[in-house]
């Protein structure tokens, strides 16, 4: 005699519970030794896994972390495949749209939503980032660096594309620890508008939050080589110090700071007057734009009378983000700073917060002039655009973060490091 038409639904609801217990048992017995139940249903989540919807699931981001020749030539394949590039590209639209409900954006997106130790609670760190293009990279960024304990301002260029504004706009406006910045500014390359940028986020950040312990300047392009609780135990490692490059000014900079300079047709130009010294005397050294500095170090750029004046007097020179920062870490009575004398010179190798590769220090293995290994991907303006090939040696480094990224050019550079990230994230939770 066969089952009633209810009896069968009944037997099947039964059949695929027990299916779907029988899955989760064989995924629990694939975790590590002293991960429970608990873990598995909170946190497996959150890792990226091979069947996730995303063109570069195709490839083994294993084998390309451990440099196997096989894969990497097959990912440098597919990043020239206009179809592989075109199917990889998210548009601006994407991100419009997809905020409209910012809980489906960010479970979707596998953003992570609670503080993953008691560790990175309690040392929250603040985040400012400059952006004017390639919204997929700023997302990207974000969602790597996210955590809630955290702050992040983000500065775009007020003459970015409107689908820029308005894309990063709805995408910080789903977290309430990320904010766009309170006062743009139209940034010329090398002018002070640059550095006028990271003043309002960083004035932004130290007003909006009393908890966070070190700020750290990023730009859209920059991505992470450590988790946030790698980042945070690197931090308390320097007790209070701060790390960016620092050092004597090459003798082929020194009229960018001699000379008056001013902004004509959008570029910066001498204007054949020479520039009084510094005030107080200070020794102006060299560095670049983005540091890794405690919450005193911003207070005193800010608040300190020295500071102000090196401020004003920086306005007319030429890409004042190259010194200023590097001249603020070696006066007396800066929060972490050294002594200016030279032999307390830091380089950008040395210091931890980024790793560029730049084209002319570039070599083969064991070259007495090569600073590190050539560029596995492309350059642009003599920086190395990272190919999927960069990873291997990448990973390697004691930076923080890397710059350049491109996912319109390698996405397969970036989905592998994130991926990467992600699962040792939720391996240190053991």
């Known amino acids: 005699m066969p089952f009633p038409k209810q009896g069968w639904q009944l037997w099947l609801s039964y059949f695929i519970a027990v299916l779907g217990l029988l899955w989760m048992l064989s995924q629990l017995s694939q975790l590590k030794i002293g991960k429970s139940a ?25 084998a390309i972390l451990q440099g196997e020749k096989e894969e990497l030539q097959k990912a440098k394949l597919l990043t020239i495949s206009k179809e592989f590039q075109k199917s990889a590209q998210v548009p601006d639209e994407y991100y419009i749209n997809a905020t409209q409900d910012c809980r489906k954006f960010k479970i979707t997106r596998k953003y992570i939503t609670f503080p993953l130790s008691k560790e990175e609670e309690e040392f929250p760190l603040a985040y400012s980032t400059v952006v004017h293009h390639k919204v997929q990279n700023c997302e990207q960024l974000l969602r790597a660096i996210y955590a809630p304990q955290n702050i992040y301002c983000v500065h775009v260029d007020k003459k970015a594309p409107a689908s820029v504004f308005i894309a990063i706009n709805a995408i910080t406006s789903c977290f309430p620890n990320v904010f766009m910045v309170s006062k743009a500014v139209n940034v010329v390359y090398a002018g002070w508008t640059r550095v006028q940028a990271d003043l309002n986020c960083m004035a932004d950040l130290y007003n909006t939050s009393t908890t966070w ?88 750029v800010l608040e300190d009378k020295r500071i102000q004046a090196l401020i004003e007097w920086a306005k007319d020179t030429y890409s004042p983000d190259e010194f200023l920062w590097a001249t603020i870490q070696r006066i007396p009575g800066v929060p972490g700073s050294t002594w200016p004398n030279r032999k307390f010179d830091t380089t950008d190798i040395n210091a931890i917060a980024r790793i560029v590769k730049w084209q002319g220090h570039e070599g083969s293995e064991g070259s007495l002039q090569a600073v590190y290994p050539e560029c596995k991907g492309h350059h642009v303006r003599s920086i190395c655009v990272y190919g999927a090939g960069d990873l291997q040696w990448l990973i390697e480094q004691h930076h923080l973060f890397a710059n350049k990224f491109d996912a319109d050019r390698d996405p397969i550079a970036i989905y592998c490091l994130e991926k990467y990230l992600r699962h040792k994230a939720l391996t240190e939770l053991d």
Do not use: W
Not at 48 to 57: Q, V
Not at 229 to 241: F, H, T, Y
Not at 290 to 300: A, D, L, P, Q
């Open 38 to 62: 608990a873990y598995f249903l909170r946190y497996q989540c959150l890792d990226y896994a091979n069947d996730d919807e995303s063109p570069e699931k195709v490839c083994n981001c294993s």
């Open 213 to 300: 312990k070190y700020f750290i300047k990023l730009c859209g392009q920059d991505f992470p080589l450590k988790t946030n609780l790698e980042i945070v135990q690197a931090l308390r490692s320097l007790k209070g110090g701060n790390s960016l490059e620092s050092e004597e000014m090459p003798q082929g900079k020194k009229g960018r700071v001699t000379n008056v300079h001013k902004v004509v047709d959008g570029q910066m130009q001498r204007t054949g007057k020479t520039k009084d010294p510094a005030p107080f005397n200070l020794p102006i050294l060299s560095g670049n734009a983005y540091i890794v500095v405690n919450r005193g170090y911003v207070r005193s």
